[in-house]
């Protein structure tokens, strides 16, 4: 049943036009997951939960960690819900609604994996907000580097100047682009 949510979902996104990961990305991400093996991992933009899918697969593999997820666009979040029951991993994930800057502010408890894949401009906001609580080591992947560099600038410098940065370049098949990048961090206090 799982794969098919997951198709579901991936069609659903094509369909519609909503920003996903894709296949190759998204394979990206459950490696990382895989080799962090975190214990919180928290996901800024959800949508209706196509990269939650590929995270929540992994965690459910390695039998431990957790996922939280926040989205500021209610009827997407109430679909990554309901996908994440379908797909029998509703259980491991805390699905929370609204602005991440916001509710990043309210998770008191340490994480080890941090997503930023929402609004670009709100990246580096996002990662203030939950900086004091990233562990020491923690894996920091942000999406979309390569068609919103301009727009999150301001995290992109913070990080690189900062932290063992790595940009990985994807050649994707989406309605919306066709090529695209992940940075992913290191971050160490």
């Known amino acids: 049943m799982f794969e098919q949510v997951l198709q579901e979902v991936e069609t ?94 309210s998770i008191d408890t340490p994480v080890d994996f941090l997503l930023l894949d929402n609004n670009f401009s709100n990246y580096f906001p996002c990662f203030q907000a939950i900086e004091s609580r990233l562990t020491n080591p923690a894996t920091v992947l942000a999406d979309n580097v390569g068609i919103g560099a301009n727009d999150m600038a301001d ?16 050649d994707i098949d989406l309605p919306w682009v066709k090529q695209d990048a992940i940075e992913v961090s290191s971050y160490r206090r």
């Open 12 to 105: 659903q996104c094509r369909e519609e036009r909503i920003p996903m990961l894709g296949p190759e990305k998204a394979e990206f991400l459950a490696a990382r997951v895989e080799k962090a093996k975190p214990t919180l991992i928290v996901e800024c933009g959800t949508a209706i939960g196509y990269s939650g899918l590929w995270m929540l697969r992994v965690l459910k593999r390695l039998g431990s960690g957790r996922l939280i997820t926040v989205e500021i666009d209610a009827d997407r979040a109430h679909r990554a819900r309901d996908s994440f029951k379908r797909a029998g991993v509703a259980d491991l994930v805390d699905s929370r609604i609204g602005d991440a800057q916001e509710v990043l502010k």
């Open 155 to 170: 995290y992109l410098a913070h990080v690189r100047d900062r932290y063992e940065c790595e940009t990985h370049w994807f």
